[in-house]
């Protein structure tokens, strides 16, 4: 069964960090570009980033360039996004994703509340 486990959310005053991680299982993970997406309540998915199967190459959305940096570890299994210097929009649910764009959800995400 392939499972993806996204953990590490929270509640942050803006200009905080956090760590997202999200493991992969039931699948050969280094085969995959993975992604980060994040959704809000009444809008579509929000493509934040990707990075290839070899992690050599990561990008970004402008809205979170310079802020945010994914990155994976194929011995874990793991993809991570490191968060800093957080601002209120960057609230919502987090997820990762299979593909370099992909916004396909398959775990229950975990939440980030930006807020003072």
């Known amino acids: 069964e392939v499972q993806l486990v996204e953990s590490g959310g929270g509640m942050v005053q803006p200009g905080g960090s956090l760590r997202l991680s999200c493991e992969a299982s039931g699948v050969t993970f280094s085969n995959y570009g993975m992604s980060w997406v994040r959704q809000v309540p009444g809008k579509g998915p929000e493509w934040v980033s990707g990075i290839n199967q070899s992690g050599s190459q990561t990008l970004y959305a402008d809205s979170v360039k310079g802020r945010f940096t994914i990155s994976r570890d194929n011995a874990r299994d793991s993809v991570h996004l490191q968060m800093n210097s957080l601002k209120a929009e960057d609230t919502g649910l987090y997820y990762c994703?299979?593909?370099?764009?992909?916004?396909?959800?398959w775990g229950q995400g975990t939440q980030v509340t930006v807020s003072s």
């Open positions: 994703a299979f593909g370099i764009y992909g916004t396909e959800r």
